[in-house]
């Protein structure tokens, strides 16, 4: 297997024909296991309204907390300021790999912003951008230890995101049309 190339359970849901919500409700779980990660999160973004929503979330373990917004809400004005990540895929900046929020670099994340909004330690901040515009952050994490993401594992979630990309696309059109 090369290092872009996705295991054949991530490629088996994306090539089975099924609804959106299926495949993505098979697919968090699927980057789960892979990953061997607590928590598998998407939240998808309208670039056109800046509105958004985790739509999909996957824990291993109840004790985990669940990320999820039933509805699509505006990010506060404030959101950039405080969370570098998401400014980071607001400009379409490559996909971020932390393996420690404790000991990361403030200019990449802040500390305070991920303990009091997600509680994870390691995560992955996997940017589904489309023309220049984000369109979804695939989120896979750790709680209670550090992560190394290795070179295998970083080139999966960029080829499987590049493989979603359209299937993000498409569900936020569909929710907007």
Not at 94 to 110: C, G, K, Q, R, Y
Not at 130 to 138: A, K, S
């Amino acid at each position: 297997m090369t290092q872009q190339e996705l295991p054949s359970t991530l490629k088996n849901i994306l090539e089975s024909s099924q609804t959106l919500d299926t495949l993505f409700s098979a697919l968090l779980p699927t980057v789960g296991d892979f990953l061997q990660s607590d928590r598998c999160f998407l939240y998808l973004h309208n670039p056109q309204n800046n509105l958004g929503r985790v739509a999909f979330c996957w824990i291993r373990t109840p004790d985990v907390p669940t990320v999820y917004n039933e509805d699509w809400a505006a990010q506060p004005p404030s959101v950039t300021d405080e969370d570098p990540m998401f400014a980071a895929a607001l400009r379409a900046e490559p996909s971020i790999f932390v393996e420690d929020v404790e000991t990361a670099p403030a200019e990449i994340l802040n500390w305070e912003f991920e303990q009091k909004n997600f509680g994870h330690r390691a995560l992955i901040h996997a940017h589904i951008r489309q023309d220049g515009q984000l369109w979804g952050i695939l989120q896979p994490c750790i709680f209670g230890h550090p992560r190394i993401w290795t070179e295998y594992e970083r080139g999966v979630i960029n080829n499987l995101v590049e493989k979603i990309t359209p299937f993000a696309v498409d569900y936020v059109k569909s929710a907007f049309n």
